[in-house]
């Protein structure tokens, strides 16, 4: 399928091509999953896919030839000499990225050196050099889940007085075109890097068939999901759910829809509130979800056993990022290509509230070269770039509005009907005007969202109910926190 043509018969960039890099999606909400500072779960960072380019296509949105091409013999090289250390987790764009960087060093002279570890190394990496504000790196991954601590240590430059000055930041590089950037800004709005990734969580139906045939919609509320799954359940040989061992990714948002938060108010208030009563009763319904209707052995799933399970029509619906679900309309790889639908989550009894993922770049404090530095990060999230990324290599998880907005993205987007590309702009737009997602960027979060992921263990499990399970939790918490000095209304 072209970026005009959505026939892949007679297309340069077919479906075939479009979905092999949104199998390597994002480290999903990416990272999305988390866990103690110490070991952080690399369950949402998937390795990158291969980078073989696939043959040209025509775009409606120019592509700079300083993106594409050595500039021309002679010409001025602003950063001859200069060599620019990074890091970056393995993940679909930062392997993109590094396939084009002689594009760069022939731009500006500079040679870089972009190095790539497993998500959960990287952050553990990152953590520990960070912390010591070294300057072994002039330019790094800003992982969502750190996000908080890493900026409010102080750890990463302020971008602004690049931004303000025309002769280092041109006004059409516009800083305004992304989507998720509150992600790396502090209290006052400062910038401090921006996205490469943008990933929404949206409801994808393997078998919406089987809803179909029981006389039934695509479920938008709590109650309306719950009597599907009853409807559904083990017809065909398919689970109703199905879901990864991430819960305090999956769960945090099920908690808000009954009205709850993990914190108080964050990111000001961390004052952790799992014991509420829209707490226990968010973890009893998703703790029936799981035990009633989900595969055996649901709680050890990993992103890939999810979307294995639905690609196999083994499973009916999940709750998750689009890096792990648009490749189930691959019909090399999945079993329900053409039936499966994706939707907004259903909203609980209180509200909804979808969760999105987004990482950035940004300069760490103690680099020695933020003036290339920054050169190197206008030249990796410019607009140009990404759409090079779109054209030649598939990339779904833009965060430029100028992409999203684009007829020929939404065009590539439109899976069995359904425009993709809208729902996840409509999940940004939710994200960013009600700034639900501050819980999950906060310095602690680490620390009890591990104690989420035991709770639903045990309530799932029936190992000690919902009541039980989350006052524990609480319990934990407020200790852990104590020890560690964070300010609480207790």
Not at 89 to 107: C, N, R, V, W
Not at 294 to 309: E, I, K, N, R, S
Not at 318 to 341: G, N
Not at 425 to 443: H, I, L, Q, S, W
Request: net charge positive; charged share 20%; glycine share 6%.
């Amino acid at each position: 399928m072209s970026l005009k043509d959505q026939n892949p018969s007679n297309s340069a960039l077919s479906r075939r091509r479009f979905l092999v890099f949104a199998a390597a999606g994002c480290a999903s909400m990416a990272a999305a999953a988390c866990s103690a500072p110490a070991a952080p779960a690399p369950t949402t960072a998937p390795k990158p896919a291969a980078t073989t380019a696939p043959a040209p296509v025509a775009t409606a949105a120019p592509v700079a030839a300083a993106t594409q091409a050595p500039v021309q013999a002679g010409a001025a090289k602003p950063l001859a000499g200069v060599t620019l250390n990074g890091a970056m987790f393995e993940h679909t764009f930062s392997a993109i990225i590094k396939e084009f960087l002689p594009d760069f060093e022939a731009k500006t002279g500079a040679k870089v050196n972009l190095e790539l570890n497993a998500f959960a190394v990287y952050n553990q990496r990152a953590d520990l050099e960070l912390s010591t504000k070294g300057s072994a790196y002039d330019f790094m991954n800003i992982t969502l889940i750190y996000s908080g601590k890493w900026i409010g240590s102080g750890w990463f430059s302020n971008l602004e007085e690049f931004l303000k000055d025309p002769n280092k930041t041109p006004k059409d590089w516009d800083a305004e075109d992304f989507v998720l950037s509150k992600t790396q800004q502090d209290k006052t709005g400062a910038r401090f890097g921006f996205p490469w990734l943008g990933e929404a969580q949206v409801m994808t139906v393997a078998r919406p068939d089987l809803i179909e045939k029981a006389g039934m919609k695509v479920p938008t509320t709590y109650d309306d999901f719950m009597k599907v799954m009853a409807a559904v359940d083990g017809k065909e040989g398919c689970k109703g759910f199905v879901t990864n061992k991430t819960h305090h990714w999956m769960w945090a948002h099920i908690l808000m829809g009954f009205g709850g938060n993990m914190f108080k108010a964050p990111p000001d208030n961390l004052t952790p509130r799992l014991d509420t009563p829209e707490a226990i009763a968010a973890a009893d319904w998703y703790g029936n979800l799981l035990r009633t209707y989900a595969p055996d052995g649901v709680l050890t799933y990993t992103d890939d056993q999810m979307m294995t399970a639905q690609a196999q029509g083994r499973a009916n619906i999940s709750m998750h990022t689009l890096s792990w679900t648009i490749p189930l309309v691959d019909k090399a790889k999945s079993t329900v290509f053409d039936k499966v639908k994706y939707a907004m989550v259903p909203a609980g009894p209180k509200a909804l509230m979808p969760g999105v993922g987004s990482h950035g770049l940004g300069i760490p404090v103690g680099a020695k070269q933020k003036a290339a530095a920054w050169e190197f990060l206008k030249w990796a999230l410019s607009k140009e770039m990404i759409w090079r990324m779109v054209k030649e290599k598939n990339y779904t998880s833009a965060c430029r509005k100028s992409v999203l907005d684009s007829p020929d993205f939404q065009k590539v987007m439109i899976f069995n009907g359904v425009d993709v590309a809208a729902l996840s702009k409509e999940v940004f737009n939710m994200a960013d005007k009600g700034g639900y997602m501050a819980y999950r960027t906060v310095p602690v979060f680490p620390q009890i969202g591990e104690k989420v992921n035991k709770a639903i263990e045990v309530v799932t499990t029936k190992q000690m109910s919902a009541a039980d399970a989350m006052k524990a939790a609480q319990a934990e918490t407020v200790a852990d926190f104590k020890k560690a000095g964070v300010p609480m209304d207790l």
